[in-house]
């Protein structure tokens, strides 16, 4: 039987998420079991996301799949690279799955495979050192040297960003010299922009929350148990969660730090420190310093990530390579099923009780030390100030969804 892995955010989960979970079942047989790697309270783009981790991952399981393990936060907030690698660290941790799913634009998983290959080469490398040096943009110089190496046709691939992802996820498994096979689906829907038809986007879901709470139709496109635990959310004061809610203490934040703090965000020693360290100044909202400190050569995410960071108190130089554990936080009986083999089959400490990781190594406890503290600067952005009592990541443990019964807490 297969067991597939899908890494996620689902930041709101939606139609369009349902559509991949019904394929890849479809693909490979309606007994697969499917487990998530999902982004925690913050996700890749380097924001708050909408829902907290143990209420997404709840949906994720009421929707279709049978286990959510979290990835952590050095890895769900960092590029693209390192964001995949550390998903396909925890799927692989668990020794069990034979199969990576993902969505894409052209639903192919040996050409994403080609461009991955191609992208991992010294010849590649030597190719984007050049170009950098002359001050093109990364996505260009990229797209630049996989045209020179595969042609025009698979390098426009790299224009999908559903695309590019998968590449990442298929070099994290090359790298690993893993069997695990990587399965695209084809992605059915609008673009991130809202052009075309069919399923919406989160991007555009997070923008009618933000603007109209309980907006009815982004409730309407949402996986239906996603819509029902985000009313529930809202309705107790933790939803939307909104990174303007922080606003305030990250300016504050930012304004505090020396250039010296500033430098030690800077992972690509460019001095893109010096940009951020003199907007952070002058400018009075988060995208405002991201917005002066922007240039053709550093993408908006990335200054975002490096906001986040100084708010979290991460710096690049200390995020571990490897991941030293895997947190459960949500199952249902197949995914119960599934933690009983694992602890036979994965090469990971598994987590199902936040108590458990003093038990673990010192690295694993300092990770678990900075998602809590992490999770409690997170609640203090929920709408209500009442709902945000610190210490959440000690007290909460995995959802359980049983068939016939309300979700339990291990």
Partial sequence: MHTAGIIIEYDPMHRGHLYLLKQVRAELGPETAVIGVMSGNFVQRGDFALLREHARAEAAV???????????????VSSAERFADGGVQVLLGTGLVTDLAF??????????????????????????????????????CRQAVARGILGGEKAALLEGPNNNLGVEYCKALLRRNSAVRPLAVRRAGMSHSGQGGGFAPATLLRRALAENGEDAWALSEMAPAMAEIYKREAAVGRAPVLLKNAERA??????????????????GNEGLYNRLYAASRAA???????QAAKTKRYAYARLRRMVLWAYLGLTPAGFPAEVPYLRVLAANETGRVLLARMRKSASIPILTKPGHVRRLDSAAQALFALEARAADLYALAYPDLTAAAGGIAWRDGPVLVMSGGPPERS
């Fill in 62 to 76: 009421r929707s279709g799949m049978d286990l959510v393990l979290e990835l952590p936060l050095p890895w769900a």
């Fill in 103 to 140: 969505g894409s634009e052209c639903g192919d998983a040996a050409a994403l495979m080609e461009l991955a290959a191609c992208l991992d080469s010294e010849i590649y490398h030597v190719g984007v050192r050049r170009f950098l040096d002359e001050g093109m943009p990364f996505a260009a």
């Fill in 250 to 267: 990250m300016l504050a934040r930012l304004r505090s730090m020396t250039k010296s703090d500033f430098a030690a965000l800077d992972e």
């Fill in 284 to 290: 009075v909202s988060v995208d405002g310093v991201c």
